[in-house]
């Protein structure tokens, strides 16, 4: 027998107050990045666009302040008293027309996973839960905090240039590995 069910799960979005002036940085900071196809990737992305990893590069500021933003949002959550430790794995997606997002999640790599759009031009694809019936229109200053292990997607794109920053985010105690 087969049972399909509805994940119970909070999905959070909240909205930077300075997004225009952030977002205005952070797409003249990303003009300056080299993006790589999913063509020319030589490792498996779910991002059939193209994108750019901050893992062997330094970030630009406006990305740490996306972090640091995320960090704080936890920190304020009752019930987390714990000292934490925060480990970030970021990277830029950007679709162009007719490129998309794969299904797919991150139940073996983040506690949980962000989305915080940057250009989301008319048409731009929402982001999707396609397992919780949920879809998320795309908004520049706009954050999506979910768990990891959520299956979600991007659903083929109406438009050029949406750009969005996207993190796995693993929460330790500190000092546990």
């Not at 900071?29 to 994108?51: A, M, P, R």
């Not at 997606?93 to 999640?105: F, Y």
Request: charged share 25%; glycine share 6%.
């Amino acid at each position: 027998m087969e049972i399909k069910c509805r994940e119970n799960i909070k999905i959070e979005t909240h909205h930077h107050p300075h997004y225009q002036s952030l977002n205005e940085k952070l797409m003249d900071d990303f003009s300056k990045l080299t993006f790589t196809s999913h063509d020319e990737l030589k490792y498996h992305t779910n991002i059939k666009g193209s994108q750019f990893s901050f893992f062997y590069h330094p970030k630009p500021k406006g990305v740490v302040l996306i972090e640091n933003w995320v960090e704080q949002i936890f920190k304020n959550k009752p019930g987390l008293h714990l000292p934490t430790d925060f480990n970030f794995i970021t990277w830029v997606a950007r679709l162009d027309k007719g490129q998309q997002t794969m299904e797919h999640d991150h139940l073996f790599f983040a506690t949980y996973s962000f989305v915080y759009f940057v250009n989301a031009p008319k048409g731009a694809s929402p982001l999707v839960f396609p397992t919780s019936g949920k879809k998320i229109k795309a908004e520049p200053g706009k954050l999506i905090l979910f768990p990891g292990p959520l299956r979600h997607k991007v659903p083929v794109n109406k438009c050029d240039n949406r750009v969005a920053i996207a993190s796995n985010i693993t929460i330790t105690e500190k000092g546990v590995a």
